[in-house]
T-cell receptor, first 114, second 114 residues
Framework: AQTVTQSQPEMSVQEAETVTLSCTYD???????LFWYKQPPSRQMILVIR??????QNATENRFSVNFQKAAKSFSLKISDSQLGDTAMYFC???????????FGEGTQLTVNP | EPEVTQTPSHQVTQMGQEVILRCVPI?????FYWYRQILGQKVEFLVS????????KSEIFDDQFSVERPDGSNFTLKIRSTKLEDSAMYFC????????????FGPGTRLLVL
């Protein structure tokens, strides 16, 4: 069974600064997928970035990038040049290749301050 | 851009009543999911559906729950006899195919059981 842990319930950052959100996971499989989703106050889940475990290169999407450490089972999200619109709950999630379900972490509430 | 839609956005019901939550997945998607999020808790997987049958379900998805794709466009979640603890946000998601493909989430239905 998969587990995903986000140990930071809340974080805050000043506008234009950089922030890193932590995520660790556990899985018995060698290949799997990892995701970060954003949930703004509207409560809709929006994909931010995704990573395949067999790829060593860290995924990047504009201001968002990940630090994927497979041996440590760590998948952190870095947000550069933070914007007010980045204020949201961020969920880390995993999916094993043998299954279809996403397993989510507890979430980190990020607040970007002006 | 195509998106997953859900109706209603909010539903209030009495304990013991049946509710049907509706979703319209993205039109060329083949895999469909229901998740729920009890207030302040993790997003939890309920069920996945492919080729007109359940492909995976969680321990939460007991006999009170059922899913259906009645007409090739809608995807419904039925709760036969609601309990207080069924109060949650219910998210539908769809995916074009398996693998790294993203699960796209709808805006959710907030269910309140009184």
């Amino acid at each position: 069974a998969q587990t995903v842990t986000q140990s930071q319930p809340e974080m805050s950052v000043q506008e234009a600064e950089t922030v890193t959100l932590s995520c660790t996971y556990d899985t018995s499989e060698n290949n799997y997928y990892l995701f970060w989703y954003k949930q703004p106050p509207s409560r809709q889940m929006i994909l931010v970035i995704r990573q395949e475990a067999y790829k060593q290169q860290n995924a990047t999407e504009n201001r968002f990038s990940v630090n994927f450490q497979k041996a440590a089972k760590s998948f952190s999200l870095k947000i550069s040049d933070s914007q007010l619109g980045d204020t949201a709950m961020y969920f880390c999630a995993s999916r094993e290749t043998s299954g279809s379900r996403l397993t989510f972490g507890e979430g980190t509430q990020l607040t970007v301050n002006p | 851009e195509p998106e997953v839609t859900q109706t209603p956005s909010h539903q209030v019901t009495q304990m013991g009543q049946e509710v049907i939550l509706r979703c319209v997945p993205i039109s060329n998607h083949l895999y469909f999911y229901w998740y729920r999020q009890i207030l302040g808790q993790k997003v939890e997987f309920l069920v996945s559906f492919y080729n007109n049958e359940i492909s995976e379900k969680s321990e939460i998805f007991d006999d009170q729950f059922s899913v259906e794709r009645p007409d090739g466009s809608n995807f419904t979640l039925k709760i036969r006899s609601t309990k207080l603890e069924d109060s949650a946000m219910y998210f539908c998601a769809s995916q074009t195919r398996t693998g790294l493909e993203t699960q796209y989430f709808g805006p959710g239905t907030r269910l309140l059981v009184l």
